[in-house]
């Protein structure tokens, strides 16, 4: 994003590994208490809409003592816990880049906080996003493994030419996943988890498709990168999406050029439906 709002602070020097400093003390108190303001009103809606994991790390990270977080001091404690490290970035770094720290248990998670006019929706990843959408489920031994298999996938999918089928799987289950609870449908991505209308819209709005998770369907399935989404998908627990991530993608990359994507509205017959959407917010009149 070129047009940096002038609360957005240059960042100093990049590393080769796009890591800055994340210079913690230069957040303003306006910016620390935006933070707040963004935490408290997601903290208000979570509770039942949240997985269990997830409201669970809320504590284990200690990650909501007030203002913006000191990724030093939240990386010591989450790494005591599963290993992983917060490292500050400037914006989004490039694919292999991303991949290598994911695979070595570093988030990269942006340095700066979205500016006032940008409070309900910035386009690329801000602290607040990476932070309290990102890092929590990182203190969940599952999620974490997960998320490193999905680091180590990317080599392969960038030598093989099907990023896009990795991105999906990021996209469906990091960004926007759903998962089955005793008590029913619960959010575990990091879009979904901060963003207090698609908190709302991703589980209870009549709208979208609520389908299974099914790998080969997620990596052949096109997305929406400026809306809400019109399909999410359920996986059944952290378990299964880990044992998902450690199979060979390659037979699924080998077909993934020849066979079209499927359309982000459609549901296909060998589908498992939990919600057939009526796909209406797509249909309003714009505005
Ligand atoms: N960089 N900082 C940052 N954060 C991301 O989420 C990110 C990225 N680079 C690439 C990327 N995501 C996606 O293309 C992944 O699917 C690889
Ligand atoms: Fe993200």
């Given at each position: 994003?070129?047009?940096?709002?002038?609360?957005?602070?240059?960042v100093g020097a990049v590393a080769p590994d796009f890591t800055v400093d994340q210079n913690?003390?230069?957040?303003?108190?306006?910016?620390?208490?935006?933070?707040?303001?963004?935490?408290?009103?997601?903290?208000?809606?979570?509770?039942?809409?949240?997985?269990?994991?997830?409201?669970?790390?809320?504590?284990?990270?200690?990650?909501?003592?007030?203002?913006?977080?000191?990724m030093e001091?939240?990386s010591?404690?989450?790494q005591?816990?599963?290993g992983w490290r917060v490292v500050p970035v400037a914006g989004l770094v490039p694919d292999e880049v991303f991949f290598d720290h994911l695979a070595n248990r570093r988030f990269p998670a942006g340095a700066f906080?979205?500016?006032?006019?940008?409070?309900?929706?910035?386009?690329?990843p801000?602290i607040?996003?990476d932070?309290?959408?990102h890092?929590?489920?990182?203190?969940?031994?599952?999620?974490?493994?997960?998320m490193e298999?999905y680091g180590k996938?990317g080599p392969?999918?960038i030598?093989?030419?099907?990023?896009?089928?990795?991105?999906?799987?990021?996209?469906?289950?990091?960004?926007?996943?759903?998962?089955?609870?005793?008590?029913?449908?619960?959010?575990?991505?990091?879009?979904?988890?901060?963003?207090?209308?698609?908190?709302?819209?991703?589980?209870?709005?009549?709208?979208?498709?609520?389908?299974?998770?099914?790998?080969?369907?997620?990596?052949?399935?096109?997305?929406?990168?400026?809306?809400?989404?019109?399909?999410?998908?359920?996986?059944?627990?952290?378990?299964?999406?880990?044992?998902?991530?450690?199979?060979?993608?390659?037979?699924?990359?080998?077909?993934?050029?020849?066979?079209?994507?499927?359309?982000?509205?459609?549901?296909?017959?060998?589908?498992?439906?939990?919600?057939?959407?009526?796909?209406?917010?797509?249909?309003?009149?714009?505005?």
């Amino acid at each position: 994003m070129n047009d940096l709002s002038p609360e957005r602070r240059p960042v100093g020097a990049v590393a080769p590994d796009f890591t800055v400093d994340q210079n913690w003390a230069a957040y303003t108190p306006e910016e620390h208490a935006r933070w707040d303001r963004l935490v408290a009103r997601m903290r208000a809606l979570l509770p039942g809409r949240a997985c269990q994991a997830y409201l669970d790390a809320l504590h284990t990270t200690e990650l909501f003592q007030g203002g913006i977080p000191d990724m030093e001091e939240l990386s010591a404690r989450l790494q005591a816990l599963t290993g992983w490290r917060v490292v500050p970035v400037a914006g989004l770094v490039p694919d292999e880049v991303f991949f290598d720290h994911l695979a070595n248990r570093r988030f990269p998670a942006g340095a700066f906080l979205r500016s006032e006019a940008e409070f309900d929706y910035i386009e690329e990843p801000d602290i607040f996003h990476d932070i309290f959408g990102h890092v929590p489920l990182l203190a969940d031994p599952t999620y974490a493994a997960f998320m490193e298999a999905y680091g180590k996938a990317g080599p392969r999918a960038i030598a093989a030419n099907a990023l896009p089928a990795l991105a999906r799987l990021y996209w469906y289950t990091i960004e926007f996943g759903l998962i089955e609870e005793a008590g029913g449908l619960r959010l575990f991505g990091a879009g979904i988890m901060s963003s207090p209308t698609e908190t709302r819209f991703a589980l209870e709005d009549a709208s979208p498709n609520r389908l299974g998770f099914e790998l080969e369907r997620v990596m052949h399935t096109r997305y929406r990168i400026d809306d809400f989404q019109q399909s999410y998908f359920v996986i059944e627990s952290f378990e299964t999406l880990l044992e998902q991530a450690e199979r060979d993608f390659g037979p699924i990359y080998a077909t993934f050029a020849a066979e079209k994507a499927h359309a982000p509205d459609v549901v296909l017959a060998e589908d498992r439906v939990y919600h057939r959407g009526t796909q209406a917010y797509f249909r309003r009149p714009e505005g």
